[in-house]
């Protein structure tokens, strides 16, 4: 095998995977705008002055649409589509949803009809998008650096979040009358752009191989394979790849599991929770409470609102230098370590987030409103080094190939339920509470040490197909991945491959 420098295989992954990012920029630009959004003039007047409640519906509101998206359409999508014309499919739904937002109109409750419409529609969308591009690229990820490849995925979020951000504090200075009335319309608008180019640009793409070979594509498998390992990997690995991949599917085809395996089956049922509960944490650790309120946070700290959005801005363009810095790491020192030092670094910020307002109450304090704006940065750190990306590796590489989007898509919207729990809470526990709300967050994060510590296996540099060792209980080698060899004793080659494996498994424990 050769080296991960610049070969040809290193720089269409490169290229292809943060092309897949524009995916994930639209999301977390969607995410990030609104922030501008909530508490612009003119979208304030169109719905009349919404409060603090409707505010958090109106946010809460979209990951209903990604909860419905993933437990009814993201994998189907992911798995009868292919990833990559899924993605296509998710991206036109949420330009969709994106329209119906644009255009809100008429009276108070047309217009708010409109916007709720809009964004569970959008919702629906990026439950497509938000599952099957980390899917694509694990899927053409070389083991030793797959983390890196799915981690782009998320820099392509942040890197949105941040231009939403840049946009809406650009937008405070259209201060006409105009400006005033309509400059949140185009703030919303912007995400068509990078969607046209996502668009135009995903059919020229090679379908996973993995896929391919679920579908009995064996050919294009290959040919894609070769694109994609060439000058990476010599080509008798290129065919060891590929023949992994082709008995890891025949192994499962000859299970007869069926979804509902993912509850019912113990290998199967250790990744499913695990994966959820990554998601669930991933947003009640605070983070979808700081993507969408940041600007009303730092208000809530003297700084003025145009200075809010400034901040907002920077904090989130700071984050894309904590993703490549994650992305550079999280192949050598493992996803379980920097989940958990990610976790310490948020306890610890809204440890302080939450005392030192109590301390010095009613920004009486200039120096400690300030040390609070430093350790909302410090946040972003962490949970760029930790749930942020990890989760949504961990999540895309545990599970087999006939259960993977399906997994990863079922676990995403455990993630939903925590994004509606924490939009909702955030603004009114703000309200009733004040910083006191930042505790809880902050408990939720140090509960999260050691159960990764513990129930978290670590999952770098291994194949895809190698995921069933981790998972399959006391005798992983009589586990579903390998029933095909058990299966097959009355073939040569089935108990050839079966001995391999076996010896090879018991090497690994």
């Known amino acids: 095998m050769g080296g991960a420098g610049f070969t040809k295989a290193s720089q269409r992954l490169h290229s292809f995977c943060l092309f897949l990012a524009l995916g994930s920029f639209v999301w977390g630009y969607n995410v990030g705008v609104l922030a501008s959004v909530l508490v612009h003039p003119g979208f304030k007047e169109t719905l009349h002055r919404p409060d603090a409640s409707l ?39 949420t330009c ?36 099957s591009v980390p899917l694509y690229q694990s899927e053409i990820a070389p083991s030793k650096h797959r983390g890196r490849f799915v981690v782009m995925n998320h820099i392509g979020f942040i890197a949105g979040l941040a231009s939403g951000f840049w946009v809406g504090y650009g937008m405070t200075f259209w201060d006409t009358d105009r400006g005033l009335h309509v400059a949140w319309r185009y703030s919303l608008s912007v995400s068509f752009v990078p969607a046209f180019f996502f668009l135009v640009g995903l059919p020229f793409m090679h379908e996973s191989p993995r896929w391919l070979v679920e579908h009995g594509k064996i050919d294009e ?51 499913m929770w695990r994966s959820a509960l990554l998601q669930f944490l991933a947003q009640m650790c605070g983070a979808t409470a700081m993507k969408y309120y940041l600007p009303i946070l730092f208000r809530a700290l003297g700084l003025s609102h145009r200075v809010s959005l400034l901040a907002g801005g920077i904090e989130s363009t700071l984050k894309i230098g904590c993703n490549v810095l994650e992305m550079l790491i999280i192949d050598r020192v493992g996803r379980r370590l920097t989940l958990v030092i990610g976790a310490v670094i948020m306890a610890f910020s809204l440890l302080i987030n939450g005392a030192l307002p109590l301390i010095y109450p009613n920004n009486s304090n200039t120096a400690a409103d300030y040390t609070c704006v430093v350790f909302v940065f410090i946040y972003s750190l962490g949970y760029s080094m930790g749930f942020g990306p990890a989760a949504w590796v961990y999540g895309s590489e545990i599970f087999p190939t006939a259960f993977r989007a399906r997994g990863l898509s079922f676990a995403a919207s455990c993630g939903a339920i925590g994004s509606i729990i924490v939009t909702q809470i955030w603004p009114i526990g703000i309200a009733a509470l004040g910083s006191k709300i930042y505790f809880f967050f902050m408990v939720v994060n140090i509960v999260s040490v050691p159960i990764i510590y513990i129930f978290f296996p670590e999952t770098k540099g291994r194949a895809l197909e190698d995921m069933d060792a981790l998972f399959g209980g006391e005798n992983p080698g009589a586990s579903t991945e390998h029933l095909l060899a058990d299966r097959e004793d ?20």
């Open 96 to 131: 969709v949803g994106q329209a119906f937002q644009v255009s809100a109109t008429g009276s108070a409750a047309q217009a708010l009809g409109m916007v709720i419409v809009g964004r569970i529609v959008a919702g629906v969308g990026t439950g497509i998008i938000s599952t």
């Open 221 to 271: 498998a290959f040919a894609t394979l070769q694109y994609y390992r060439e000058g990476y990997y010599t080509s008798d690995e290129i065919y060891d790849e590929l023949d992994d991949i082709e008995r890891s599917v025949a192994s499962f085809r000859v299970t007869g599991l069926v979804w509902t395996s993912l509850f019912t089956d113990r290998s199967l049922f250790a990744r």
């Open 55 to 93: 505010s958090g519906l109106i946010t809460a509101i979209y990951y209903l649409g990604t909860f419905t998206s993933y437990i009814f359409f993201a994998h189907p999508a992911a798995d009868k589509l292919g990833r990559r014309h899924a993605a296509f499919v998710g991206m036109g739904v």
């Open 490 to 509: 009355d073939h040569d080659d089935g108990q050839s491959f079966q001995g391999e494996e076996e010896a090879r498994l018991t090497r690994a424990f």
